[in-house]
C-alpha cells in the first residue's frame, strides 16, 4: 500500500499534532477519501520525516498525529541551482517537475533577452508562487523531504551582477565541448549553476557573458534539444557522472 505524502512544515517532534490545510483536508477526505487513523508520511521541507496518523475532526478539518521522526538520506550530494530562461506554460512547469525529480537544489528563473514572456511584478511574483507549489507537489511524490526554493523572477543580466565568479555550466548547442570533456575543478561541495535559455535560446552575447562570469559552455549531442528536454537531460547526465545515480 502506497502511503500518501503531504508537506507540512513545522518543528516536528513525536506525538506532535499538526492541523492540515484546507486544502490538504480536501485532498485527503474526498479526493483519496481515508479515513481516521489512516496512515501518512509528512515532511517538513527542511530534511525530516515523520510517519503520522490521521485524525478526522470534521468534513472540513482534518490533523495528524506524528510518529517516529527521522532524516532520510534523499537529497543528491551535487548541489545545483537551475537558472532557467522562463519558457510559456506548460514547458516550464515541465522543466521544474522534472528538475526536482531528478535532485535540483535550488531554481532561479530569469528572464533573457530571446524570453517571450512578459510579466508584471505583481503577476511575476503569483507565477512564482504557482511555480513553488508544483516544487512541492514534485517534493511529496518523488520522497524528496527538503524543498527546493524558487526565488524571485530576475532578469539574466541582473544574476550575472549578483554571481560574478560562478561555478557551472551553460547550455549552447554550437559549443566546441561536450559534457564528456567537462572536467569540474571547483570542490564537489560548491554550487554547480545549470544555465538554460527559452524557447529561442540564449543569444551569443549572453552566452559569452556566461563563460566571462565562470560559466562553461557545452553542449549535449548533435541534436538541438527544447528548452523543457534541457534541464532534465543534464541533471541526469550530472547525476551519473557526479551524484547519486
Known amino acids: 500500500m502506497r502511503i500518501p505524502r503531504l508537506y507540512l512544515p513545522g518543528d516536528y517532534q513525536s506525538g506532535q499534532v499538526l492541523n492540515l490545510t484546507k486544502e490538504q483536508t480536501h485532498y485527503a477526505l474526498t479526493v483519496l477519501r481515508l479515513k481516521a487513523d489512516h496512515p501518512l508520511e509528512v515532511f517538513d521541507g527542511k530534511g525530516h520525516q515523520a510517519q503520522a496518523q490521521l485524525q478526522i475532526i470534521n468534513k472540513r478539518e482534518a490533523q495528524v498525529t506524528l510518529g517516529e521522526i527521522q532524516r532520510p538520506n534523499t537529497e543528491s550530494p551535487l548541489q545545483t541551482l537551475l537558472v532557467q530562461g522562463i519558457s510559456r506554460g506548460e514547458r516550464m512547469d515541465y522543466s521544474l517537475q522534472k528538475s526536482v525529480e531528478l535532485g535540483v537544489s535550488a531554481i532561479q528563473p530569469v528572464f533573457s533577452e530571446r524570453c517571450e514572456v512578459r510579466l508584471d511584478p505583481q503577476k511575476a511574483e503569483k507565477r512564482r508562487q504557482q511555480w513553488q507549489a508544483l516544487v512541492?507537489?514534485?517534493?511529496?511524490?518523488?520522497?524528496?523531504?527538503?524543498v527546493?526554493?524558487?526565488?524571485?523572477?530576475?532578469?539574466l543580466n541582473q544574476w550575472f551582477a549578483d554571481?560574478?565568479?560562478?561555478?557551472?555550466?551553460?547550455?549552447?548547442?554550437?559549443?566546441?565541448?561536450?559534457?564528456?570533456?567537462?572536467?569540474?575543478?571547483?570542490?564537489?561541495?560548491?554550487?554547480?549553476a545549470l544555465l538554460i535559455g527559452p524557447e529561442g535560446g540564449l543569444s551569443d552575447t549572453e552566452v559569452e557573458q556566461a563563460k566571462k562570469h565562470g560559466l562553461t559552455a557545452v553542449c549535449l549531442g548533435p541534436r538541438i534539444l527544447r528548452?523543457?528536454?534541457?534541464?532534465?537531460?543534464?541533471?541526469?547526465?550530472?547525476?551519473?557522472?557526479?551524484?547519486?545515480?
Do not use: M, N
Open 136 to 146: 512541492i507537489s514534485a517534493c511529496e511524490q518523488s520522497g524528496r523531504c527538503v
Open 148 to 155: 527546493p526554493i524558487v526565488h524571485r523572477l530576475i532578469t
Open 163 to 192: 554571481h560574478p565568479q560562478q561555478p557551472g555550466l551553460v547550455l549552447d548547442p554550437y559549443a566546441q565541448h561536450s559534457l564528456k570533456t567537462y572536467q569540474p575543478t571547483h570542490p564537489k561541495t560548491a554550487e554547480l
Open 227 to 245: 528548452t523543457e528536454t534541457a534541464a532534465p537531460v543534464i541533471l541526469s547526465l550530472l547525476q551519473a557522472q557526479l551524484g547519486d545515480l
